[in-house]
């Protein structure tokens, strides 16, 4: 089904809207057009590209929130977070994360990544990482983007901890997960 530029144009404001971290091959498979098209309508309509859009979203809704640490101290991009219950983040994968050699992204990158947001997490100004227990189940390469998903799971039994669990995915393949024992000051006394 052909469409005039100015359906096309509409449709892709809409699409942005209800999704704005879609991609433009995303957004070329649901129109039917060209990636290139799509780069071409956005730049007409002034629509910034999904990294940009992904941190504007970061910048104007996660500011006030994250109490813990700076949101540009956190590696990765935070797209989602309710403080205290869930987050998710976005980290692309360049040639400075990974090892000449082989291309395969160093693993204090991954861990950098789940532990800023176990971190961020945690609606306490001195949230601190007790102990954490990891796992990298597949190599990462440069050029992936790696989904990091975080869920606070319980309280343990010290005083002033709580768990949060760690997932990261590449496209729908998990390459890390963890569980991140965090001091947290709220929890003290309970």
Same mark, same amino acid.
């Given at each position: 089904?052909? %469409? @005039?530029?100015?359906?096309?144009?509409? *449709?892709?404001?809409?699409?942005?809207?209800? @999704?704005?971290?879609? &991609?433009?091959?995303?957004?070329?498979?649901?129109?039917?057009?060209?990636?290139?098209?799509?780069? *071409?309508?956005?730049?007409?309509?002034?629509?910034?590209?999904? %990294?940009?859009?992904?941190?504007?979203?970061?910048? $104007? $809704? *996660? &500011?006030? @929130?994250?109490? @813990?640490?700076?949101?540009?101290?956190?590696?990765?991009?935070?797209?989602?977070?309710?403080?205290?219950?869930?987050?998710?983040?976005?980290?692309?994968?360049?040639?400075?994360?990974? =090892?000449?050699? $082989?291309?395969?992204? %160093?693993?204090?990158?991954?861990?950098?990544?789940?532990?800023?947001? #176990?971190? #961020?997490?945690?609606?306490?100004?001195?949230?601190?990482?007790?102990?954490? $227990?990891?796992?990298? &189940? %597949?190599?990462?390469?440069?050029?992936?983007?790696?989904?990091?998903?975080?869920?606070?799971?319980?309280?343990?039994?010290?005083? !002033?901890?709580?768990?949060?669990?760690?997932?990261?995915?590449?496209?729908?393949?998990?390459?890390?997960? !963890?569980?991140?024992?965090?001091?947290?000051?709220? =929890?003290?006394?309970?």
């Amino acid at each position: 089904m052909k %469409r @005039s530029k100015a359906e096309r144009h509409e *449709l892709l404001q809409e699409k942005i809207t209800e @999704s704005p971290f879609v &991609t433009d091959e995303d957004l070329s498979q649901m129109l039917g057009v060209s990636i290139q098209t799509i780069r *071409l309508d956005r730049l007409e309509l002034s629509i910034p590209e999904v %990294r940009e859009r992904i941190k504007l979203v970061a910048e $104007n $809704n *996660l &500011t006030d @929130s994250i109490r @813990s640490l700076p949101v540009e101290e956190i590696i990765g991009e935070i797209i989602d977070i309710v403080v205290g219950e869930r987050a998710i983040s976005i980290f692309e994968i360049k040639a400075e994360h990974v =090892f000449k050699r $082989n291309q395969i992204a %160093r693993g204090h990158h991954l861990f950098a990544q789940a532990n800023s947001l #176990a971190v #961020a997490i945690v609606d306490d100004e001195l949230a601190l990482t007790a102990k954490a $227990n990891i796992r990298f &189940t %597949r190599p990462v390469h440069e050029g992936d983007r790696v989904v990091a998903k975080a869920n606070v799971r319980s309280k343990t039994g010290h005083p !002033g901890r709580v768990v949060v669990q760690v997932e990261s995915f590449v496209e729908q393949n998990c390459v890390f997960n !963890g569980d991140f024992e965090m001091f947290h000051r709220k =929890f003290e006394n309970e």
